[in-house]
């Protein structure tokens, strides 16, 4: 393929958009997966009492103008109640609920898998 001088910046440019799309589609499909096995995972952790909470979890993806999407994982059930048991509550009697942390190691898993994803599209190219 010969390409001009003039034309140079131009095949330089395409390539790029080309590659970052592959990029971004890559790390798309990679996020998607991520999240979907994180909240296999929350589902299968979380506490149980009468399982509603536990079924609660799930993904919401959001599309941005440019660049990978995003992806959040929360508890449609119960929200408000993930930072009550991950982190502990006071009672009315005065006590203390004990942590069950269930979401930061999860999240900490997904995290790293996603980025070795990520780095393994990029280093594959598409």
Do not use: C
Not at 23 to 36: P, Q, S, Y
Not at 79 to 94: F, I, K, N, S, V
């Amino acid at each position: 393929m010969i390409i001009k001088i003039d034309q140079l910046s131009k095949e330089i440019m395409d390539r790029l958009t080309t590659y970052t799309a592959d990029i971004v589609e890559g790390m798309n499909a990679v996020g998607e997966r991520a999240t979907r096995e994180g909240v296999a995972e929350l589902s299968a952790t979380s506490p149980k009492r009468t399982g509603k909470y536990r079924r609660g979890w799930s993904v919401k993806a959001e599309k941005s103008y440019r660049g990978p999407m995003r992806f959040i994982v929360h508890n449609k059930a119960r929200p408000r109640l993930t930072h009550l048991l991950e982190h502990g509550h006071a009672t009315r009697d005065g006590g203390r609920t004990r942590a069950q942390p269930h979401i930061d190691p999860v999240g900490d898993k997904v995290a790293a898998d996603y980025l070795a994803a990520v780095e393994d599209v990029i280093r594959r190219g598409s």
